[in-house]
């Protein structure tokens, strides 16, 4: 079989196309085209894949994460395997802040059960979030008794989203829309579904789907 490159090409296929053994169309159809499906369409798909599929960390599972914790230091969702989580994207100046108040209630009727309420601070919407982690703290604290784990100040939405999120986008095709948007995790450490910010913590879809998790 001949190759059509390095000196192959110099020695078998320019002569013959100098002297006219064979039209152009016969040369592109033979050699030309063949040469570029095997060595440079393989390439270019490398290409498109390095750069236009989304840089989504590799996960199985929501417990091969790990957030920055408000309080300082790393919070790995391991911890809460087989717990299930609500995971909120919360912000201290949003028309919704008050479902401060619904996550925490949440939180001390069904801890013992299984559920853990996460809350992620998030400048992302409307820049309601503009404090830092001990401003944050402080508010949660003094104006609604929080005391359910919260990560650092993240990004949640777009490319610079922290991984956790690329990943849930990934599973469940939704991403936060607004400030208190809700991802349901079970046990297993899966999404299952996801809630608007319209939707309260205390409302009888969250509180259906939340006993169902707990149950499996």
């Known amino acids: 079989?001949?190759?059509?490159?390095?000196?192959?090409?110099?020695?078998?296929?320019?002569?013959?196309?100098?002297?006219?053994?064979f039209g152009f169309g016969?040369?592109?159809?033979?050699?030309?085209?063949?040469?570029?499906?095997k060595n440079?369409?393989?390439?270019?798909?490398?290409?498109?894949?390095l750069f236009f599929v989304p840089n989504v960390q590799a996960a199985g599972?929501?417990?091969?994460?790990?957030?920055?914790?408000?309080?300082?230091?790393?919070?790995?969702?391991?911890?809460?395997k087989g717990k299930t989580i609500l995971l909120v994207n919360t912000a201290s100046y949003c028309g919704?802040?008050?479902q401060y108040d619904g996550l925490q209630t949440l939180w001390e009727e069904k801890r013992d059960d299984g559920l853990v309420v996460l809350g992620v601070p998030s400048n992302d919407f409307g820049e309601q979030e503009p404090g830092g982690e001990g401003e944050i703290k402080e508010f949660c604290q003094v104006n609604f008794n929080i005391d359910f784990p919260m990560s650092e100040k993240l990004v949640v939405k777009g490319a610079a989203a922290h991984?956790?999120?690329?990943?849930?986008?990934?599973?469940?095709?939704?991403?936060?829309?607004?400030?208190?948007?809700?991802?349901?995790?079970?046990?297993?450490?899966?999404?299952?579904?996801?809630?608007?910010?319209?939707?309260?913590?205390?409302?009888?879809?969250?509180?259906?789907?939340?006993?169902?998790?707990?149950?499996?």
């Open 1 to 21: 079989m001949v190759r059509a490159s390095g000196s192959m090409f110099n020695l078998w296929l320019r002569p013959k196309v100098m002297r006219g053994d």
């Open 26 to 37: 016969k040369w592109l159809k033979k050699v030309y085209i063949p040469c570029m499906m």
């Open 40 to 49: 440079y369409i393989p390439r270019i798909w490398f290409l498109v894949l």
């Open 61 to 80: 599972t929501a417990y091969e994460f790990t957030l920055p914790s408000i309080d300082g230091g790393e919070m790995s969702m391991a911890q809460f």
């Open 96 to 98: 919704f802040t008050k």
């Open 163 to 216: 991984p956790l999120y690329k990943w849930l986008k990934a599973e469940t095709g939704a991403s936060p829309r607004w400030n208190f948007y809700k991802f349901l995790i079970n046990g297993e450490g899966r999404p299952v579904t996801y809630f608007s910010s319209m939707t309260k913590p205390g409302s009888k879809k969250i509180r259906k789907a939340i006993e169902a998790s707990l149950k499996n």
